[in-house]
């Protein structure tokens, strides 16, 4: 079991940038390959960025390619999301995954944290 507590979301202007932490308690998390989700109003939660269990490779949805960056330091036992260039179709409530495979599909994922909320003004 492994519990997954996400922080660093909140408000940003278009074009501004924030940092998602996830950290994890219970099992080790370099046991498992990570990833960011997020789910805006209305619409289904989406895959945004994965990383294998050893932190080399790494994953991307074509719409976050080149602005999000996905690392995790399993020594901290945790999980970043470095978001650059925000746009305003970024605002969404993003969640921390972790998985016993590397993927992009919501039912492979083991554990889900709780989300943390970034909005992205116009």
């Known amino acids: 079991q492994v519990q997954l507590v996400e922080s660093g979301g909140g408000l940003v202007q278009a074009g501004g940038s924030l940092r998602l932490s996830c950290a994890a308690s219970g099992r080790t998390l370099s046991s498992y390959h990570m990833g960011w989700f997020r789910q805006a109003p209305g619409k289904e939660r989406e895959f945004v960025a994965a990383?294998?269990?050893?932190?080399?490779?790494?994953y991307y949805a074509d719409s976050v390619k080149g602005r999000f960056t996905i690392s995790r330091d399993n020594a901290k036992n945790t999980l970043y999301l470095q978001m650059n260039s925000l746009k305003p179709e970024d605002t969404a409530v993003y969640y921390c995954?972790?998985?016993?495979?590397?993927?992009?599909?919501?039912?492979?994922?083991?554990?889900w944290g709780q989300g943390t909320q970034v909005t992205v003004s116009s």
């Open positions: 995954a972790a998985s016993g495979v590397f993927t992009r599909i919501r039912d492979e994922i083991a554990y």
């Open positions: 990383i294998r269990w050893i932190g080399i490779g790494t």
